[in-house]
């Protein structure tokens, strides 16, 4: 009878599972840190959201600025106009002609002449309103001296030779790299502006927008010609 009671006893505390307390106590712990691990997540995928949020708003608010590569627009103002390169000698430049040879245009082989630099593209409206002044101007500029030189940008070479055979323009054009280099240089913000060179290579006034008899004669008369 003992050894059945200590069997008794023995199997009642060595062989049967553990009770249902010991298991429903285990199970809060591990539900605790599943819950604990989700609101963390939770937090720091929230905090990224509106982190990109905020990247992406500020990004919409900053204005872009223009690449060098960017084309040139049309030019808002017109008339006389400021400029750091005023007084200061004219950025020389290398281009090729497209008054109907491949020969290349070296500006610095104009110093000692007065110079006016014409930029402009096909595309651009206010330049094909000018054109035709331009060439109209051309002997009475020719006459006093003074060398026009057209400097189309950012286009292929066939948009600008039908702008020139359009308006039958016959005074020296050349074209601009791809990436408007020239214009860069010469601070060109949009079409058309026009630059004015005295003798001795330096630029006294700067034009934008349609070129005019009265800004034609207004922006000569700083070249003291």
Not at 76 to 91: A, W
Not at 149 to 171: H, P, R, S, V
Not at 190 to 217: C, H, M, Y
């Amino acid at each position: 009878m003992e050894v059945n009671g200590i069997n008794s006893i023995n199997g009642i505390q060595g062989d049967e599972p553990a009770s249902p307390a010991t298991t429903v106590a285990a199970t809060p712990v591990k539900g605790r840190k599943s819950r604990k691990r989700s609101i963390i997540t939770f937090t720091v995928v929230s905090i990224i959201n509106v982190a990109l949020l905020v990247l992406l708003w500020t990004q919409l608010l900053t204005p872009a600025k223009q690449a060098p590569s960017q084309p040139i627009g049309t030019a808002l103002g017109v008339g006389d106009i400021s400029s750091p390169l005023i007084g200061k000698p004219m950025p020389d430049f290398t281009l090729t002609s497209l008054n109907g040879t491949s020969k290349t245009i070296h500006l610095a082989a104009f110093k000692g002449k007065p110079v006016i630099l014409n930029f402009w593209a096909s595309w651009c409206d206010p330049c094909n309103q000018e054109a035709p002044f331009m060439q109209k101007s051309w002997s009475q500029l020719q006459a006093q001296g003074v060398t026009l030189i057209g400097i189309d940008g950012q286009e292929g070479a066939n948009n600008a030779l039908q702008f020139i055979q359009k308006y039958g323009i016959t005074y020296l054009n050349v074209q601009d790299s791809l990436t408007g280099t020239t214009a860069i240089n010469y601070g060109v913000t949009g079409f058309p502006e026009t630059v004015f060179i005295n003798r001795n290579g330096i630029i006294v006034a700067k034009w934008a927008g349609a070129l005019d008899s009265t800004g034609l004669q207004t922006e000569m008369a700083k070249m003291k010609l």
